[in-house]
């Protein structure tokens, strides 16, 4: 479950468009009254004098990891407000931008596209890594008795199926099994008792069956 955190930098008229996007059964995320709370921070309209300020300790408040989203044109480069003498311009005149979308307003599809990306990007600032002796270490290669076509193949129709999170969620695990003998697969599926995992498991072992025959 993420958090998110509306950030609004001057009024816009997209701002029920993401509102609406951002309940725990879109998104699985929700709006809280304080940056320092949140893990994403959302800016939506373009940055003015008057605003700067409070953006830039909305942003600080914010902890680490975090993400920043501009939203909108006005979010993005200040949208028809530009030239005005009291705007600064975009989000990124004043603090980092992860996530850029686009729109006057962004349509919905857009919009929960660029969440799906901020949240993904949000996850691999999570599991980072600052510089160390590990470096030096050969990456390990997941899945090695696996020739690496055929990881390709299943993971690309375990995606077809699930989705792109849980699908490839789905492969690992169905790689990992099938690494220790197909009677530890069925075991696996026994455990779990999901038909719909059920289903996609059968797809990927005829992707491996038409493998091994050619």
């Known amino acids: 479950m993420w958090t998110a955190a509306a950030a609004t930098v001057a009024k816009s008229k997209s701002s ?16 809280v009254p304080s940056p320092r709370h949140a893990d994403i921070l959302l800016f939506t309209g373009a940055v003015t004098r008057a605003m700067r300020s409070p953006a830039l300790r ?11 989203i501009s939203y909108g ?7 028809i407000f530009h030239d005005l003498y009291c705007v600064w311009g975009g989000t990124d005149k004043i603090v980092p931008v992860d996530v850029y979308i686009p729109g ?8 929960l596209y660029g969440f799906a990306m901020a949240l993904g990007l949000l996850e691999q600032k999570i599991h980072a890594r600052a ?21 390709v193949k299943v993971d690309r129709e375990a995606r077809r199926l699930a ?12 790689m ?17 008792n999901d038909p719909r995992l ?16 050619r």
């Open 104 to 111: 006057c307003p962004p349509t919905p599809a857009a919009t």
């Open 198 to 213: 059920t289903e996609i498991v059968t797809h990927l072992n005829h992707v491996v069956e038409e493998a091994r025959i």
């Open 131 to 151: 510089p160390g002796e590990l470096d030096e270490q050969p990456a390990e290669i997941l899945h090695p008795d696996m020739v690496q076509p055929l990881r």
């Open 176 to 192: 990992t099994q099938l690494g220790q003998g197909e009677h530890q697969v069925a075991r696996w599926l026994e455990a779990e």
């Open 73 to 79: 044109a006005c979010g993005n480069s200040g949208g």
């Open 16 to 31: 029920p468009r993401f509102l609406r996007c951002l309940t725990p059964n879109v998104l699985a995320s929700k709006v």
């Open 58 to 68: 909305a942003w600080q408040s914010a902890p680490d990891p975090k993400i920043c």
């Open 163 to 174: 989705g792109y999170r849980y699908g490839r969620q789905i492969a690992d695990d169905y």
